[in-house]
């Protein structure tokens, strides 16, 4: 609000909520952080589904980043990016789900012990920004898309947990292959869901344009 009580938003220009703007700075510092946790441990412990997690939340840190710059422009830009951020999400989900074809046919086993110790700290992470962003899950195309990926991320997590044990009473890579793949969808689903939006956001910007030229005829 701050911003435009100053004089700094242009006509049409939504007021910056600031308690939104520090939600979103905490959330991008916290999944860059479990980026490099989960993309060492994943790694590490042959894990397709924490490798999964670790891409996710790298592409959430460059989504949260892309909603701060875009926080305090016109709509019409919010929901453009949010076309952008949703074709990400569903790159994710084509990656995700070709991974898990590749781990099938190499029959990779992956270390059950540190799936779960990360998987559990990943879900905490995600559970402390998703209660934090939880106000915001019926705003526009963009904020319903940092929401999206942050419920889609804590249901990752949980899944994470399932398929460590998985292989650890199986010893097979099979639980983690499974997980892996249900988070490919999630994140296919998301990206259908926030593109739609979008989509419409826009149609509506444009609609109000496309009429002004024959209200002016009839003058």
Known sequence: MSDCCSGGCSPGQPPVDPRYRRILWIA?????????VEIAGGWAAGSVALLADAVDFLGDAANYGISLFVLALAPVWRSRTALVKGATMGAYGVFVLGSAFWHLRSGTVPQAHTMGWIGASALAANCLVGVLLYAYRNGDANM??????????AIGNVAVLVAALGVFQTGSGLPDLLVATVMGLLGLMAAQSVIGQARRELRQAAAPVASAPVELKRR
């Open 28 to 36: 991008l510092w916290v999944n860059a952080l479990m980026f490099g």
């Open 144 to 153: 319903r898309s940092v929401w999206l990926c942050t419920r889609n991320d």
